[in-house]
């Protein structure tokens, strides 16, 4: 089968993520994660977003509290649906986390805990495929191309994925899709 577009890309790992046992993934992610905690972009980052893992994401969870337990601060996006974009939200514990737009785990809107994206050190990227050459496909929004385009170039950008999601190429790369830096698999 010959992928045409990024919907037909979205729709084939989609499928893939499904067909994955819950204990297979799960062991993926941790493997994933180690890697990552073994970066120097990591160790050496003060400031981290990380993304809550969604729908046979990559599981962030222990990432997150493994961050907050080495006296990392860490954010997570908060999605502004009424003008298209991300914030960065400043999280104390896990359990602060509700429902957001999507259905994703979000903090909460409080102004005193936004960042601005030049107070990150690192920041954790989600996506629905990843291709050789670090492209990124997302879920079609373009929150965080968006976002993305926005941090300074120094700031690393390490993109979490399964093997099972990594392609040779994204169809159809526009001027504003962003990629990141590093690509972590298991």
């Known amino acids: ?17 499904k067909a994955q046992k819950e204990d297979v993934a799960l ?8 890697k990552l905690l073994g970066l120097p ?5 003060r400031t981290i977003l990380c993304y809550a893992s969604f729908r ?15 006296k ?14 991300i914030m960065a939200m400043l999280i104390n514990s896990l359990s602060e986390l509700r429902d957001g737009v999507y259905g994703i785990p979000s903090p909460a809107d409080l102004a005193q805990n936004s960042l601005s994206p030049f107070e990150l ?15 990124r496909l997302g879920r079609g929004a373009g929150y965080y191309d968006k976002f993305l385009s926005q941090l300074p170039a120094t700031t690393p950008t390490i993109g ?7 392609v ?3 169809p159809g790369i526009e001027a504003h899709d962003r990629p990141v830096a590093t690509v972590i698999t298991n």
């Open 72 to 85: 990392k601060r860490v954010a997570l996006p908060l999605v502004r649906k009424e003008d298209k974009r």
């Open 160 to 166: 979490l994925a399964y093997d099972l999601q990594i």
């Open 168 to 170: 040779d190429e994204i």
């Open 27 to 34: 062991f993926k992610s941790r493997v994933i994660c180690e």
């Open 121 to 135: 050190d690192l920041v954790v990227v989600p996506g629905v495929a990843f291709d050789r050459r670090n492209n």
């Open 1 to 17: 089968m010959s992928i045409q577009t990024k919907q037909e890309l979205r729709q084939l790992i989609f499928d893939r993520i």
């Open 41 to 45: 972009e990591f160790k050496g980052a």
């Open 56 to 70: 046979g994401e990559v599981d962030t969870f222990v990432l997150m509290q493994t961050a907050m337990d080495l």
